[in-house]
């Protein structure tokens, strides 16, 4: 067996040897340690009291932000819902519209993508996504039939001027996505860009199939409502070409839940008929 002493090992305390405190030394040793021992605790103690201030400080500081924050959410929406309030003065027969597909929009983005479904903002694109018919002429909005194709391009604008309307709100985040682009195409053949696939926001893919669900499924000036099997029907049909193939997936396989909100949100009253710009 190899053994080491603490001369050699490296690591090992030098060896010292502590002299006795001279005769009566012990008392003056104990009263010094004693007095330490007291001012330690005395530190001790005004720390303790520092940190309990600054807690309370950082409690107080967040608790003013918490109302900050809320008090800023509340104006946001108050802001949604007066734009919200204005497009149906304007546009009185998109009122049932705009909560109907806000509803539908918000069940099938909780399928499609739950980090997008997290986001508070979402669904106020949902509810603005026509804000931009504000600019769209009266007659236009209230023809009784399908519109010429002059009055097709004026409406065709509608996704422009609902991006500006909202410009000056940044807090709408991915909600500017579903106002400007819930018109696009897979295809690339929408309005008002032409963007093609995965060129359009995920968010405003995801609300095309709602808003066209809902205007296959709601009454026209022009036609009743259609089943919804036969929405269902159509959207599929549009896969790869008007819709993303993979939300349309998604959708198909919500049926049963989207058929249950269809009927809750039609149940007891004949929902208003929509104008050709639905």
């Known amino acids: ?53 600054l807690y309370r400080s950082e409690r107080r500081r967040a608790a003013e932000l918490e109302r900050a924050t809320n008090q800023l959410g509340e104006s946001h929406l108050g802001a949604v819902r007066a734009l919200t309030a204005a497009v149906e003065a304007w546009d009185p027969l998109t009122h049932q519209h705009l909560e109907r597909t806000q509803r539908y929009g918000t069940l099938l983005v909780g399928v499609v993508d ?25 007659s236009i909005l209230d023809k009784p039939g399908p519109l010429d194709s002059r009055e097709w391009q004026v409406m065709h604008t509608h996704p422009l001027l609902g991006t500006r309307i909202v410009a000056g709100m940044p807090f709408l985040g991915p ?12 295809d690339g053949h929408g309005y008002p860009h032409g963007l ?9 893919r995801i609300f095309a199939i709602c808003d066209a669900f809902d205007a296959i499924t709601s009454d ?16 599929r049909a549009g896969a790869g070409t008007q819709f993303d193939p ?4 998604a959708f ?27």
């Open 220 to 235: 026209r000036p022009y036609r009743r409502a259609l089943p919804v099997g036969h929405a269902f029907d159509e959207v």
């Open 175 to 186: 909600a500017v996505d579903v106002i400007r682009c819930h018109h696009e195409r897979w």
């Open 196 to 204: 093609r696939g995965a060129e359009i926001p995920l968010a405003a």
């Open 1 to 53: 067996m190899v053994t080491t002493d603490a001369a050699t090992w490296p690591f090992a305390p030098a060896a010292r040897s502590v002299p006795e405190p001279p005769h009566g030394g012990g008392l003056a040793v104990s009263a010094t340690a004693a007095t330490r021992l007291d001012a330690a605790e005395r530190q001790l103690v005004v720390f303790a009291r520092e940190i309990n201030q």
């Open 114 to 138: 739950a980090e997008l479904a997290a986001d508070p903002r979402l669904p106020y694109g949902f509810l603005l996504h026509d804000v931009g018919k504000l600019g769209i002429p009266a």
């Open 252 to 278: 198909s396989s919500i049926e049963a839940s989207m058929r249950d909100l269809h009927a809750s949100l039609h149940h007891g009253s004949q929902a208003p008929a929509q104008t050709a710009s639905g």
């Open 246 to 249: 993979e939300v349309v997936a």
